[in-house]
């Protein structure tokens, strides 16, 4: 059996979790796919549970982390903003800053794991 190690950042506004893996997940799909839906598929939820990521998030930032684009007949879009490419660029910062802070304590509790 293998072991993983996985942190799991939020960062709250009031009650809110402003900045968590579910919204960072859900930008990187868009930023990937360029549109909320392709995104909701990619991550295998629901349209409306992306939409209402990105929505929180948006309203708990200062600036909006995504701009989107309705349909027509040039279509519609989806993509970050400035803001949304650094939120996802620090987020994963922090991921990898603890892993490696933390690899000494991760390797000794996953020694007291069960083979």
């Excluded at 799909?29 to 360029?34: F, H, I, K, P, S």
């Excluded at 209402?52 to 879009?77: F, H, K, W, Y």
């Excluded at 990898?96 to 802070?101: E, Q, T, V």
């Amino acid at each position: 059996m293998k072991s993983k190690a996985q942190f799991r950042l939020r960062i709250y506004r009031d009650d809110i979790i402003a900045i968590g893996p579910g919204k960072i997940a859900v930008l990187e799909a868009v930023a990937e796919t360029g549109s909320i839906s392709a995104a909701a598929r990619l991550l295998g939820m629901s349209y409306r549970r992306a939409w209402m990521l990105i929505d929180e998030m948006n309203q708990t930032l200062a600036s909006p982390a995504v701009n989107t684009a309705a349909g027509g007949s040039r279509g519609g879009g989806t993509a970050l903003t400035p803001v949304g490419e650094e939120i996802v660029k620090h987020y994963r910062a922090i991921e990898n800053a603890a892993r490696l802070a933390a690899s000494a304590d991760i390797r000794a509790l996953t020694r007291l794991l069960a083979p």
